[in-house]
Nanobody
Framework: QVQLVESGGGLVQAGGSLRLSCAAS????????MGWYRQAPGNSRELVAT???????NYEDSVKGRFTISRDNAKNTVYLQMNSLKPEDTAVYSC??????????????WGQGTQVAVSS
């Protein structure tokens, strides 16, 4: 069993900051890429940012310069520091990770999501 659990979401005023965390638990052999996605009301889920085990990152254009993705491999945790938040950042943010489990099966796992709401 592999589980991803997000935390850190909440309500914040425009211009404020939030820090999301996603921790992987269970028995697995390795984690490659980890990332954050979001889904706003009425929209499809979109990529926000990804980070490889080596630290290479990619960002959706609208969050570049405002969001920073990072990870702590010792804690099997990925973070998303969100600064200068805008109302359009309001969405459910979900963690994603490419994980090789104990039986050498590699696939993407998803967390349940954490709500981020930015008021104007």
């Amino acid at each position: 069993q592999v589980q991803l659990v997000e935390s850190g979401g909440g309500l914040v005023q425009a211009g404020g900051s939030l820090r999301l965390s996603c921790a992987a638990s269970g028995r697995f052999r390795s984690i490659n890429v980890m990332g954050w996605y979001r889904q706003a009301p009425g929209n499809s889920r979109e990529l926000v940012a990804t980070i490889t085990s080596g630290g290479s990152t990619n960002y959706e254009d609208s969050v570049k310069g405002r969001f920073t993705i990072s990870r702590d491999n010792a804690k099997n945790t990925v973070y998303l520091q969100m600064n200068s938040l805008k109302p359009e950042d309001t969405a459910v943010y979900s963690c994603n990770a490419d994980i090789t489990n104990w039986f050498y099966s590699t696939r993407y796992y998803w967390g349940q999501g954490t709500q981020v709401a930015v008021s104007s």
